[in-house]
Structure formats: structure tokens, C-alpha cells
């Protein structure tokens, strides 16, 4: 049944499951700090777990296909993985811990304004405004623009926040806590959020010129995965210096980690 279905249906059904389970990875990524997860260490186990889950798919589906690694690639590679995991992911958590998830996921839908207007100076998108396609694009972008800015600036009274009872579980007193950052720096979160939607666009607009010299798409993705991996190693060398704080305590965190692979 599925596949009598157009394909442009499907990937409008496929978008729109993406979008809502970018929903419940910003609610799951909060429930883990909430929790005392080290934030080095969440996005360290969610990495690790992703190239392990890439890597027999782009090597074997992808065999015929990838070209021969050189150095070139490898530097390539290592810089995509710098802009689309480190920057990216680090900006994220970062900018989670200190804001919400309702506003992380607000500010994420400049990320295709900011992606089209990267492409467009770089000569990757061509803008026709003589064509309604063109003005559709602009549009789009100053509409996309505006949505974002008035839901991250206007916050707005509080519509329903009730206080927990005090023998309420402990996951639902997590649950309860997924708002604002109390004692947090909002600024700040600001700042790190629009580093990552940043970075998000970074990453999206320099895939495309690598894709066409290496058009082998899981092994890119796998690649970009590893070196981003090293780096987040490197950077937890120094900052998480602390043992027990690799631990994982409960099947919650188990959880919120491999939510945030998928």
C-alpha cells in the first residue's frame, strides 16, 4: 500500500514524522540535563552510537560507488564534521541548558532561511525573482525569518504551570521542569542557539559541492560522524575529567541517547 502511494506524498509524510521527532528530541535532550547527564558525555554516547549503527550500511551498500580516499577528503571531512557535529551539537546543548526546548525548537526554523541565504551567496541557489518559484523563495525566507523571531523574542505570560506535589515520582518532577532554564544565562542560550542554527546551515550548504566529488552519501555521513567524534573525545579530555561521570545511571538517560541517534 505504501508504495502506491506518490512519492511526493511520502516525502511529505516522511518530513513531517522528521519534524515531529525533532519535537521530542528537544523535550528528551532537556530531560537528560535535567537529569545530571554531563552534556560532553550525552553528546559523546550519542555519536558513538551513531557511527557505529553508519558504518555496515555505508560500507556495504556503498561499496561500488565510493571513490578512494585521499587526503583532500579527509580534510574535508574533518572540517564538515567540525561545522555539522562539534559546532553544531556543541551550540545546541549548550544553548539548551540554558534556555528550553519550546525555545530551541522556535529558533530552529530560521535554519532554512539562513541555509537559502548561505546557498544563494555562494552561487549554490539561484535566486530568479522574474519567476514565481524565486519570489516564492523570498518569501518564504522573510515569513520564515519573522516566525522564528517572534516566537523566541515574545515569550509572552505563562498559559498553565503548575506547581508538582512533593510526592510526585521524581521522573515526573523531570518532566514537569522542561521550561525555562531557572539560574540560567538566557542570553547567552540565545547566542549558543543561533551559533547552532549557524552551523546547522554551514553544515547543509558545504555538503553539496563534497557530494558531487564524493557522492557515496552514507560513507560522507559516516566520515563526518567519526572526525566529529574525535573531536568531541579531544574536547572531553579536558573538559570531563571526571570518572563517574561516564556512568550511566538509569534507563532514562539509556533512553534520551539513543532518542537523540535516531
Same mark, same amino acid.
Given at each position: 500500500?505504501?508504495?502506491?502511494?506518490?512519492?511526493?506524498?511520502?516525502?511529505?509524510?516522511?518530513?513531517?514524522?522528521?519534524?515531529?521527532?525533532?519535537?521530542?528530541?528537544?523535550?528528551?535532550?532537556?530531560?537528560?540535563?535535567?537529569?545530571?547527564?554531563?552534556?560532553?558525555?550525552?553528546?559523546?554516547?550519542?555519536?558513538?552510537?551513531?557511527?557505529?549503527?553508519?558504518?555496515?550500511?555505508?560500507?556495504?551498500?556503498?561499496?561500488?560507488?565510493?571513490?578512494?580516499?585521499?587526503?583532500?577528503?579527509?580534510?574535508?571531512?574533518?572540517?564538515?564534521?567540525?561545522?555539522?557535529?562539534?559546532?553544531?551539537?556543541?551550540?545546541?546543548?549548550?544553548?539548551?541548558?540554558?534556555?528550553?526546548?519550546?525555545?530551541?525548537?522556535?529558533?530552529?526554523? +530560521?535554519?532554512?532561511?539562513?541555509?537559502? $541565504?548561505? &546557498?544563494? =551567496? @555562494?552561487?549554490?541557489?539561484?535566486? %530568479? #525573482?522574474?519567476?514565481?518559484?524565486?519570489?516564492?523563495?523570498?518569501?518564504?525566507?522573510?515569513?520564515?525569518?519573522?516566525?522564528?523571531?517572534?516566537?523566541?523574542?515574545?515569550?509572552?505570560?505563562?498559559?498553565?504551570?503548575?506547581?508538582?506535589?512533593?510526592?510526585?515520582?521524581?521522573?515526573?518532577?523531570?518532566?514537569?521542569?522542561?521550561?525555562?532554564?531557572?539560574?540560567?544565562?538566557?542570553?547567552?542560550?540565545?547566542?549558543?542557539?543561533?551559533?547552532?542554527?549557524? +552551523?546547522?546551515?554551514?553544515?547543509?550548504? $558545504?555538503? &553539496?559541492? =563534497? @557530494?558531487?566529488?564524493?557522492?557515496? %552519501? #552514507?560513507?560522507?555521513?559516516?566520515?563526518?560522524?567519526?572526525?566529529?567524534?574525535?573531536?568531541?573525545?579531544?574536547?572531553?579530555?579536558?573538559?570531563?575529567?571526571?570518572?563517574?561521570?561516564?556512568?550511566?545511571?538509569?534507563?532514562?538517560?539509556?533512553?534520551?541517547?539513543?532518542?537523540?541517534?535516531?
Amino acid at each position: 500500500m505504501w508504495c502506491s502511494v506518490p512519492e511526493r506524498v511520502q516525502l511529505h509524510v516522511a518530513m513531517l514524522a522528521l519534524q515531529f521527532g525533532y519535537a521530542g528530541f528537544h523535550v528528551v535532550s532537556r530531560a537528560a540535563l535535567n537529569m545530571g547527564m554531563s552534556k560532553i558525555v550525552f553528546i559523546v554516547y550519542r555519536n558513538i552510537i551513531a557511527f557505529l549503527l553508519l558504518l555496515p550500511f555505508a560500507y556495504f551498500l556503498e561499496k561500488k560507488e565510493r571513490p578512494p580516499i585521499n587526503l583532500n577528503f579527509i580534510v574535508q571531512f574533518f572540517l564538515l564534521a567540525l561545522v555539522g557535529i562539534t559546532a553544531n551539537q556543541g551550540f545546541y546543548i549548550l544553548g539548551l541548558d540554558n534556555t528550553s526546548p519550546t525555545f530551541a525548537s522556535a529558533i530552529q526554523n +530560521s535554519v532554512p532561511a539562513i541555509t537559502f $541565504l548561505m &546557498a544563494a =551567496i @555562494l552561487r549554490i541557489e539561484q535566486v %530568479r #525573482l522574474n519567476r514565481k518559484d524565486g519570489i516564492a523563495k523570498v518569501v518564504g525566507t522573510i515569513l520564515c525569518v519573522a516566525g522564528a523571531s517572534v516566537i523566541t523574542l515574545y515569550k509572552g505570560p505563562t498559559i498553565y504551570s503548575p506547581a508538582p506535589p512533593l510526592h510526585r515520582p521524581i521522573n515526573h518532577l523531570i518532566l514537569a521542569s522542561l521550561g525555562d532554564a531557572k539560574g540560567k544565562n538566557w542570553t547567552l542560550g540565545c547566542i549558543y542557539l543561533i551559533g547552532h542554527c549557524l +552551523s546547522w546551515s554551514g553544515w547543509l550548504v $558545504l555538503q &553539496a559541492p =563534497i @557530494l558531487k566529488k564524493y557522492p557515496a %552519501r #552514507l560513507s560522507v555521513t559516516s566520515y563526518t560522524c567519526f572526525f566529529g567524534l574525535i573531536q568531541f573525545l579531544i574536547i572531553a579530555a579536558f573538559v570531563e575529567r571526571v570518572p563517574e561521570a561516564w556512568h550511566v545511571r538509569t534507563g532514562a538517560e539509556v533512553f534520551s541517547v539513543f532518542y537523540a541517534v535516531s
